[in-house]
């Protein structure tokens, strides 16, 4: 088999080379666009799409419209990481509310039926860096990972295709552990 490729798209992350590496680790080339230059189409050059996080707010619905179309119509797996995973929440109905500032490790309980969390145990430990918080998962999409200060800490799609996670994944060993149980959604 090939080996895959992953477009990470940039919103600004202060971790871009740290998210890239993680994904070259787990055997994945990647290609690194800004938000603002995403392609209208995959044309089948790319297994999995990956949204950095961001410093920008996600109601910005105007400016992330051509990422919101990328993600919402590419037939590959798609994983929002932080501001990425909350820029896909607000496009589809989602509300965020500010809540305490977090930043360093906290624990998360995650549904361990879901394919993502194959690899860690109920309780994992992720890095945070935010202050807004995912109320609720917008409408087609549930929660599948929940914490003290956030009832959607993970999210998926009904399909099962786009996945958000409210934490920096690329910090840690179980975010580690998730981006490889993320993977091997798209390496089959």
């Known amino acids: 088999m090939a080996q895959s490729r992953v477009l990470v798209v940039n919103n600004g992350t202060l971790s871009l080379k740290q998210l890239r590496k993680r994904f070259e680790d787990l055997g994945s080339e990647t290609d690194a666009v800004r938000a603002d230059s995403v392609p209208a189409r995959l044309d089948g050059r790319y297994q999995a799409v990956v949204l950095s996080g961001t410093k920008v707010r996600a109601y910005d619905t105007e400016f992330y419209k051509p990422l919101i179309d990328l993600?919402?119509?590419a037939d590959v797996p798609v994983f929002g990481i932080c501001g990425g995973m909350q820029i896909i929440a607000v496009a589809n109905?989602?509300?965020?509310?500010?809540?305490?500032?977090?930043?360093?490790?906290?624990?998360?309980?995650v549904d361990k039926e879901e394919a993502l969390f194959?690899?860690?145990k109920p309780t994992?430990?992720?890095?945070?860096?935010?202050?807004?918080?995912?109320?609720?998962?917008?409408?087609?999409?549930?929660?599948i990972g929940r914490s003290e200060?956030?009832?959607?800490?993970?999210?998926r799609s009904d399909d099962g295709r786009i996945h958000g996670a409210q934490a920096h994944l690329e910090f840690r060993s179980d975010g580690?552990?998730?981006?490889?149980?993320?993977?091997?959604?798209?390496q089959q």
């Open 149 to 155: 200060h956030a009832p959607v800490e993970f999210l």
């Open 176 to 186: 580690m552990e998730i981006l490889r149980g993320f993977a091997q959604l798209y």
């Open 118 to 120: 194959t690899h860690v």
């Open 71 to 73: 993600v919402m119509n």
């Open 93 to 109: 109905g989602g509300r965020l509310a500010d809540g305490p500032q977090r930043v360093g490790g906290y624990e998360v309980q």
């Open 124 to 143: 994992v430990t992720v890095f945070h860096r935010h202050t807004l918080y995912l109320q609720e998962a917008p409408p087609g999409f549930r929660s």
